[in-house]
């Protein structure tokens, strides 16, 4: 078993700034390809970012693009996303999720279906 927890959500203002986390626990000491979702009320869950086992490449989804940044320290089993210049759009429940199966070093992965674990989300709400 793998678990995801997550932090860092909260209220802020838009053109604020926050840092989310995802602690990686579990099985081993593996690290997996990485992602961060987000779903809004009533709407689908969507693609924020990626990020690959050693974090050499990542990916962003096109509506955070420029605004958001995924990094992760291996050593601390910790993911990160950094969002900066937010938009009351950009609220929303974010979820990180890990792929721990058939997944390769180099590869990163932008779709739900690509993941088999994830996190409980943290709330993310920017106000206008």
């Known amino acids: 078993q793998v678990q995801l927890v997550e932090s860092g959500g909260g209220l802020v203002q838009a053109g604020g700034s926050l840092r989310l986390s995802c602690v990686v626990s579990g099985r081993t000491a593996k690290n997996y390809p990485m992602g961060w979702f987000r779903q809004a009320p009533k709407k689908e869950r969507e693609f924020v970012a990626a990020i690959t086992t050693r974090g050499g490449s990542t990916r962003y989804g096109d509506s955070v693009k420029n605004r958001v940044t995924i990094s992760r320290d291996n050593a601390k089993n910790t993911v990160y996303l950094q969002m900066n210049t937010l938009k009351p759009e950009d609220t929303a429940v974010y979820y990180c999720?890990?792929?721990?199966?058939?997944?390769?070093?180099?590869?990163?992965?932008?779709?739900?279906?690509?993941?088999?674990?994830w996190g409980q989300g943290t709330q993310v709400t920017v106000s206008s």
């Open positions: 999720a890990a792929r721990t199966d058939n997944y390769l070093t180099f590869s990163y992965y932008t779709t739900s279906d690509d993941y088999d674990y």
